[in-house]
Each structure stands twice: as C-alpha cells, then as structure tokens.
C-alpha cells in the first residue's frame, strides 16, 4: 500500500488529542452531575446541623433497627442468590434443552418487573387472604410484614445479578476441563470444586458483590411487604422514606449517608480485590 493510501486511514482509537480530552471532560462532567454532586448533598444535609445531632440521630433506636434489619437480610438473600445464581448458571451452559432460551428470560424477569408488582405478588400469595398465607399466619409464621417477606422480596429483585454474571464465563470457558476431570475419575462435587469454582470465582465475587450492593437499597418491593413497621419491619431505605416525609432532614439524610457509605465500602472492596489479584485477573481474562 502506497504512502498516499496509508495516510487516508488511520487507527479507530487515534482521536486527535482535544477530542480524547473533550470526552474524557465530558464522561467526567456527567459523572459529577449524576454521581458525584447527589453524593455530596447527601453528606452535606446529613451535617447540616453539625456531626452531634447526626450521630444522635443514628443512635436512635428505629435507626440502628433499620440498620440491624437492612444487613440481616443482605446475610440471608446474598447467600442464598449465590447458590441459586450458581446452580442456574451451570444448568444452562453445561446441558442443552429446548427450553434454554426460555429459562434465561425468566432469570431477567426481576430487570423487566416492577418492584412494586413484585412486592404485590409476594403479598398476594402469602398474605392473610390467601390460601398458604392464611395457614401460615395461624401457625405463627407470617410472611408478609415479616422477615421472610422481605427476604423473598429482596431476593426477586437481586437473583438475576449472580446468574447473570455467572453465564456468560461459563460458556465462554466451555465444557472441555469438566468433561476431562470426569474422565479421569473425579466426582460431580470435586469436579466444582476444583475445576469450575476456581474459573468462576472473580465472576461469581462480582455478582455478589453487585447482588449485596442492591439488596441493601432495595425500596419498591420491600416497602409493599414490609408494612414499614418502625423498629421491627423498617429497612434503611424504608425509614430514610418515612424520616423525610416526616420532615426530619437530618435523621433521614444522616441514614441515607449510612447507606451510601455501605455501597462504597462494597465498591471499594472491589477495587483492592481487582488490584490486589490483578495478575490472576490477566490470566483468566487470557484464558
């Protein structure tokens, strides 16, 4: 190719230097608009009267109750979506059947959904009126406006994070090393174990990490079957709601600041894992 030629085409990535600036300003710019200045509200309201009446306020014993309520079911549904996401993933990408096509869209049901709807399908099924809630009420173990409400609905909204996360490692890695590991006379469990676990595990660490961040400021579906029961059924996104609409700003923004921190603590167990591991990171991503 002539000289002339080359000098007509050029590399995708070979922007002129004020244009890689112009998008980096504006990725940067929407960053701040979107991310970066509600964060900063939130921790200027949650001071706005000094740190004493915020840190009294999250003394409060409704607060360390939503706060108490809010981590137990993060311990209860993250496991448990772990598990679920996991056995999903392997049905999936380790065996073929017609109706594959079919499961994957139900495991993106929960993106598609309302909350909401899902919070009234929850309440339908196991509320006093019906069937199975009725019994379950008379022995003395409610669903709705209970614990076990609220993990169910917290687990509908989260499930697909781990399974979707999972998915497309797994095909991409293929069947060949499973299959390899049975030959040579190993079980199903140790087969996970030592072969799919450890090829899964970074992509199987980020679903749980997104899957905790999300049930922790999960709103729509819990606030339906939760009852907002203050101290008992309240989560921290449910009483941030209900300190505001009772205009107390600083109680409310000091639990959301509680809240935010949570999510950047997840974030940045992310960051040290990513750049504590990043060699082992290369070589999956090599593999």
Not at 62 to 68: E, F, L, P, S, Y
Request: aromatic share 8%.
């Amino acid at each position: 190719m002539s000289d002339a030629a080359t000098r007509c085409f050029r590399p995708a990535t070979g922007e002129p230097p004020a244009a890689r600036r112009a998008l980096i300003g504006l990725a940067f710019a929407g960053l701040a608009v979107l991310v970066f200045a509600p964060l900063a509200a939130v921790f200027a309201e949650a001071l706005a009267d000094g740190l004493g009446p915020s840190l009294k306020s999250l003394a409060s014993p409704d607060a360390r109750a939503a706060v108490r309520l809010t981590l137990t079911i993060a311990a209860i549904s993250v496991p448990l979506n772990a598990v679920f996401g996991i056995a999903a993933a392997w049905f999936i990408t380790k065996f073929d059947f017609r109706a594959k096509a079919f499961l994957i869209t139900l495991i993106d049901l929960p993106f598609s959904v309302s909350p909401v709807v899902a919070g009234l399908c929850i309440v339908l099924m196991f509320g006093t009126d019906s069937l199975v809630g009725g019994w379950l009420v008379a022995q003395g173990r409610p669903v709705v406006f209970a614990l076990p409400g609220i993990v169910l609905a917290t687990m509908f909204v989260t499930f697909p994070f781990v399974a979707r996360e999972l998915i497309p490692v797994m095909i991409e890695q293929g069947r060949a090393e499973e299959e390899a590991a049975l030959t040579l006379g190993a079980s199903g469990w140790r087969t996970f174990r030592t072969v799919t676990l450890p090829n899964i595990r970074w992509a199987l660490l980020y679903g749980v990490l997104l899957c905790n961040a999300r049930a922790m400021g999960e709103f729509g579906a819990v606030s339906v079957v939760s009852g907002k029961i203050r101290g008992q059924t309240a989560t921290m996104p449910t009483t941030i709601e209900m300190l505001y609409q009772e205009y107390l700003p600083v109680a409310a923004f000091s639990l959301a600041a509680v809240l935010a921190l949570l999510a950047l603590a997840t974030l940045l167990l992310k960051t040290a894992l990513e750049l504590r591991h990043a060699d082992q990171l290369a070589a999956a991503h090599r593999h």
